[in-house]
């Protein structure tokens, strides 16, 4: 990955500039890289990975966004066997969610992290993360990208791969009329939000049965030994994500809170009394409602296009082939221009 020094002397002005370096926007920028045109990562974050998150706590490591992947697609299949020769890759015995366990690669865990995996593709590309855009500004022949410390970049194509609502707000604060139908479709992508409860406990044995102990009844959906699976280096590493219903309606109470009710809920699999927690809101988790298509592309003459989880799947393999085949309208549409 091109560090921030780097990217100063980098140019200002690239063919496309891609917004978010979740999977989805970087799998465009390696397509886009592939095609031979410059492109230019921007993400808001402080790492790459977007909801591919893992954090550190002390000597613990957590996956506290998404858990595990499922590839099937031959077009991501040379991504997993990528990952699997770096070593960074491993089976987990179970998926997030009981349905991705039954078809494809199987369930895929990072080792070190799933952040690992954004990681691996980031470093061939030019990126800069901690950069939120503000504005999108057309030109004559195509757009300057505003960011919030005036990073101001130049660029033939944009590619927008932000959870919708935050691509869209990124849209309407720059004035940017979209055709109402497509604004329409865009505007009707949903989301589940997710409240991750990190708790890490002074053990060395493991504490749940299993990597992923899924719960029926809510409000943890499920609990995930991130020792058992590779990630955490310490044992006692426990992700708890609740479900969409608790999360909402515990979106405004205080994080304390949050770890009493789910450590209550927890109390036949998990012991209450954890060296230390952490509390992650996450409004954008999961897509309930997705857009049909795998990306939105329009040429107003200038070309934007919109990809992500919010298009086809509603997973990882779902914004992985979004970005994919976002770049590869970009890159016709601008073949086609040239
Ligand atoms: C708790 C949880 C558990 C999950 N479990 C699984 C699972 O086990 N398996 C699975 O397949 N999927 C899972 N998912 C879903 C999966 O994480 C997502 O489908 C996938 O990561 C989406 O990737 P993306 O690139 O579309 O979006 P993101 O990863 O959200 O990337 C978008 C990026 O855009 C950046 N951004 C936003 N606005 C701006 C701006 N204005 N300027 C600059 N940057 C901006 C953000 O910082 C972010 O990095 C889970 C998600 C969550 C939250």
Request: aromatic share 6%; hydrophobic share 40%.
């Amino acid at each position: 990955m091109a560090t921030d020094k780097l990217i100063d002397t980098v140019r200002k002005c690239v063919d496309v500039v891609v917004i978010g370096a979740g999977l989805s926007g970087l799998m465009a920028a390696v397509r886009l890289d592939r095609g031979g045109l410059t492109t230019l990562v921007l993400d808001k974050g402080r790492s790459v990975g977007g909801r591919m998150a893992t954090r550190r706590m002390d000597s613990y490591r957590f996956d506290h966004g998404a858990q595990s992947l499922n590839f099937s697609d031959p077009q991501v299949l040379p991504f997993l066997q990528r990952w699997q020769q770096e070593g960074i890759a491993r089976p987990c015995d179970h998926s997030a969610t009981p349905d991705e366990s039954k078809s494809g690669s199987g369930s895929v865990s990072g080792i070190l992290g799933i952040s690992s995996f954004a990681k691996s593709i980031a470093a061939d590309l030019s990126i800069r993360t901690g950069t939120l855009v503000t504005r999108l500004v057309p030109q004559v022949s195509g757009w300057l990208v505003i960011s919030d410390d005036d990073t101001r970049v130049a660029a033939r194509a944009i590619i927008l791969t932000p959870p919708m609502p935050q691509s869209l707000d990124l849209v309407h604060q720059s004035d940017i009329e979209l055709p109402t139908d497509m604004a329409d479709r865009l505007a009707a992508i949903e989301y589940d939000p997710c409240i991750a409860v990190m708790c890490a406990y002074d053990t060395s044995e493991p504490i749940i049965p299993s990597t992923f102990v899924h719960m029926v009844d809510g409000p943890i959906v499920v609990a995930v030994d991130n020792f058992a699976k590779g990630v955490s280096p310490r044992a006692g590493a426990i992700t708890l994500l609740t479900t969409p219903e608790f999360s909402r309606s515990h979106w405004e109470v205080s994080d304390s809170e949050i770890v009493s009710r789910i450590l209550s809920a927890a109390k036949a699999v998990l012991p209450a009394n954890p060296m230390s927690t952490r509390v992650h809101r996450w409004r954008y988790s999961r897509t309930a409602k997705s857009h049909p298509d795998t990306y939105s592309l329009v040429a107003m003459p200038e070309i934007i296009a919109f990809a992500g989880d919010g298009f086809g799947r509603r997973d990882l393999e779902g914004a992985a082939l979004s970005g994919l085949a976002a770049a590869g309208a970009v890159l016709e549409a601008l073949r086609q221009e040239s």
